[in-house]
């Protein structure tokens, strides 16, 4: 049987499911080297903001 790819989590849900929860993960709690070791969704330009992150 081969790890799970993302740590904590099972291998036994849909494969739309696995690819949302994929996506999620990378997208909002993995830190990233290149843009700080942060997370890409706060690079995420939010209502009310004066021009785009950088």
Known sequence: ???PLLP???Q???VPQSCRSWRR???EE???DA???RATIL???HVGASSPPT
């Open 43 to 45: 690079l995420q330009n």
């Open 25 to 27: 993960y990378y997208n």
């Open 12 to 14: 036994d849900r849909s």
């Open 30 to 32: 993995r830190p990233h």
């Open 1 to 3: 049987m081969r790890p």
């Open 8 to 10: 904590g989590r099972s």
């Open 35 to 37: 843009i700080g070791n």
